[in-house]
């Protein structure tokens, strides 16, 4: 198929992107894990990267998650992460995908996800969002609420902090986000955490460099983005 194709020759780039700069940085790159970002893009986009070995799909949108893992449910080890803004009462619906939530930013959010996982008797693995550049327009805890926010989501049941998230500053010098990513890293450090999700496709290069261990890769996966 031809989008598989596609998809699969776009891996194969991303592929010596994450090599090269683990190469520089000296890690092994089987350290780092790409979540691909399908917000916007169609079923068919999301088969398309599982034909060619894709395994981990993020997206952002409660409703729209809902909608993709309920047509592709018949793709049993296709696993999700949910990397936008969660409100509380879209809970319930991103239940039936088994997702991760990688933006957990409050505790009355850790709370509500606790009470819900032990509902079903689960577990739930799920990241702090923090929102390292202080963008007024963005979600995640600012970094000084870290320290208090670990301590809340380690003491509630059901619940497995993971690691920590971030939406960098978007620079056109990608060298320039370097500073919150080795932020976010020293973060996660301090409070032994061993997932940092961080890089996207402008800056995956200094994401890994500094650390990263998840990247969320969209564009440089399936190419621009459908208008909405
Ligand atoms: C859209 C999105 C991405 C992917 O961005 P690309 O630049 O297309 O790689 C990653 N993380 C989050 C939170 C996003 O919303």
């Known amino acids: 198929m031809a989008l598989s194709r596609d998809i699969a020759g776009a891996l194969e780039r991303l592929r010596e992107r994450i090599e090269r700069a683990c190469e520089r940085a000296g890690r092994d790159p089987s350290a780092v894990q790409v979540v691909a970002v399908t917000k916007g893009h169609p079923e068919e986009a999301i088969r398309a990267a599982y034909d060619v070995g894709v395994r981990v799909f993020g997206e952002n949108y409660a409703q729209e998650l809902a909608a993709k893992a309920s047509a592709l449910s018949d793709l049993a080890d296709l696993r999700w992460r949910f990397i936008g803004h969660l409100q509380r009462n879209k809970i319930k619906l991103i239940e039936r995908a088994r ?11 850790a709370e509500a996800l606790s009470a819900r996982a032990a509902a079903k008797a689960m577990d739930l693995e799920v990241l702090l969002q923090v929102n390292v550049g202080d963008e007024a327009q963005k979600s995640g805890c600012a970094p000084e609420e870290v320290p208090r926010l670990v301590e809340a989501v380690r003491a509630l049941p059901n619940l497995e902090l993971r690691g920590l998230m971030t939406v960098a500053p978007h620079l056109d010098d990608a060298e320039a986000t370097r500073p919150f990513f080795a ?14 999700s961080m890089g996207m496709t402008h800056d995956l290069e200094q994401a890994v460099e500094e650390g990263a261990t998840m990247l ?3 564009t440089a996966i399936f190419g621009p983005r459908p208008e909405p």
């Open 99 to 109: 997702a991760t939530v990688d933006t957990v930013d409050s505790a009355r959010l």
């Open 183 to 196: 932020e976010l890293r020293q973060l996660a450090e301090a409070h032994q955490l061993p997932e940092l």
């Open 216 to 218: 969320r890769i969209g």
